[in-house]
């Protein structure tokens, strides 16, 4: 399988050669030349097929020969070795929980996925690569996780100082082995402007393998595709298909849902999940695509202003807005829905979302109402521990720390101090 770049100027490449690029050197995303046909047999009894042999059959296509079958099911394997439930809240809603992960959100499945691609790839590569990333607080966490421990990979996250939760700290700083944590006093844009000149300095560039972990990678949004099936199967009316509700930021996580959709898997409908930052549902309504300033919300993982992925819906369509339409619907929730969906849900139905399930949940619902009958999933892409000074007000009660977090949460914190400064950023490096 080839990958095209969106701006069409790059040259197509290999999924190897998409996964060490990330973003084509035209600035375009990587997309498939042509979208797989998923076996029918399989959706027909899909029942009867593990979660390991579903994801990889997923997956085959798009990687190809650029790894082997074993070390590939090996990938797989590891990459979705937790939980993935579909919880019953109502006859009409179930949720998808996305975060039985290490680091309690869906972003591991990506970044487990990715870090042992590139680190099979970096076997022949015949020197080290580093990893660099800067975060303000989730991503980090997945990316430090995914990539714990992979030979042949350095991975140096920059987080802002005292402006990163404490759980996201631990979840940066207590691994240790090949996760360096560098804790920058100042803020986030300092550590991404710190990150942007390191990868354009050619004396970097010359003594390092430097790559990103980018949202955009290949190998971190196709696997995305795997949890999809999954709720399928566990879905029990086959014959009438869920809509499903995805609380979007990046758009990487739905865009992955349709493409599994397009290849064969029944889906009524897709819902795009948006907080206050409105530009998909904005275009839905106009036709015009005008990216604006992230305003911030309680959703936060969803504040952005200019979804990356997007454009890749678009390719998915053909640029038809007309099929795009069928298939997709937009909406926007205030911070008010948000709460108050997560105080209902919690008071009547037991059941706790985090803030980013809550606004996926509103919209399930209002769209259910539009088009009665219809039966939904919701994914639950965060648990609400991450969130919980947000939950904790809004229900009265402590959330209760999952196990493998309490431990992680007694563990030292190991970070080395940098200011603000590219040339301290690059004396580390090349420390390294
Ligand atoms: C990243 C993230 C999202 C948004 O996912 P996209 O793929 O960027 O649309 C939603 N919820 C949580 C908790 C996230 O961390």
Redesign the pocket.
Known sequence: MFFYSTNNISPKVDFKQATINGQAPDKGLYFPEEIPVFPVEMIENINSYSNEEIAFQVIRPYVGDAIPEAELRRIVAETINFDIPLVWVTDDIFSLELYHGPTL???DIGARFMSRCLGYFVKDLGKKVTVLVATSG??GGAVANGFFDVDGIDVVILYPSGKVSTVQEKQLTTLGKNIHALEVTGTFDDCQLMVKEAFSDEGLKEKLFLTSAN?INVARWLP?QFYYFFAYKQWQQKNNPPVIA??????????AGILAHVSGLPVKHFIAACNANDIVPSFMQTEKYEPKKAVPTI?N??D?GN?S?FIRILEIFGHHFINLKKVVSSCSITDEETKETLKAVYQQKKYLL?P?GAVGYFALQQYQQKNPGQKGIVLE??HPV?FFDVVEPITGQPVLIPTSVQAQLLLQKKSTKIAADTAMLKQFLLSL
């Open positions: 959100a869906f972003k989730d991503t949202s995305q995805v609380p979007s930021g990046n758009f990487g996580n739905i865009c959703s993982a969803m952005v979804p992925n985090d980013h892409t965060a991450k």
